[in-house]
């Protein structure tokens, strides 16, 4: 059964640091979703992305982010700058669309920040 | 703005014993329903899922959900949990218009003792 890969699975970082998360969406897949997971909090929205541009942000997706689709088959979350607060597990998940349309997960980069 | 409000946080049970999970969204249009699971270690997993029709679903491994639209509910249940059970589960919600966000609950962890 296809799914959707993330790399590195644990990424750690210097404040301040650029980081670029990689994913490998399932390959028929149409809509593309960056989430993210604070220990011990929810897991929250940050950007959904369609058509080779943004479709939907959450205000956490401020300047310091960006998404990026540079080839047919990747989907990288880039921070510029990071900070200690972006220390958190993100999760890539993408969807094919339509009517009863269900977005799938993958097993997350876990982002320190130090 | 949606919401989701998981009110069990850390469930334990002895294997053979029901589950029910509660989860209550705050939305007043039409919504899509899901339950997702995270194994220790694994990516979040789609349990099952509520579009339209039938409002009892059935999911993978025995699970089903209700959905009780005058209560805003979509409760998660299992008649007999088994130890493999463990895990933390989340349900989700997202609007019933083409592709969207989820928003996510809190997440409840189960432990099922043998």
């Known amino acids: 059964e296809p799914e959707v890969t993330q790399t590195p699975s644990h990424q750690v970082t210097q404040m301040g640091q650029e980081v670029i998360l990689r994913c490998v969406p399932i390959s028929n897949h149409l809509y593309f979703y960056w989430y993210r997971q604070i220990l011990g909090q929810k897991v929250e929205f940050l950007v959904s992305f369609y058509n080779n541009e943004i479709s939907e942000k959450s205000e956490i997706f401020d300047d310091q982010f960006s998404v990026e689709r540079p080839d047919g088959s990747n989907f990288t979350l880039k921070i510029r700058s990071t900070k200690l607060e972006d220390s958190a597990m993100y999760f890539c998940?993408?969807?094919?669309?339509?009517?009863?349309?269900?977005?799938?997960f993958g097993p997350g980069t876990r982002l320190t920040v130090l | 703005a949606q919401s989701v409000s998981q009110h069990n946080h850390h469930v334990i049970l002895s294997e053979a014993a029901s589950l029910e999970l509660g989860c209550n969204y705050s939305y007043g249009g039409t919504v899509n329903l899901f339950w997702y699971v995270q194994y220790p270690g694994q990516h979040l997993q789609l349990l099952l899922k509520?579009?339209?029709?039938?409002?009892l679903v059935k999911g993978i491994k025995g699970f089903e959900a209700e959905f009780i639209k005058s209560k805003f509910s979509f409760n998660l249940r299992k008649p007999s949990v088994q130890w493999s059970d463990t895990a933390e589960y989340f349900c989700a919600v997202s609007l019933n218009t083409g592709f969207q966000k989820l928003v996510f609950g809190t997440g409840t962890r189960l432990l099922v003792s043998p």
């Open positions: 509520y579009f339209s029709g039938d409002p």
């Open positions: 998940a993408s969807s094919p669309g339509g009517t009863f349309d269900t977005q799938y």
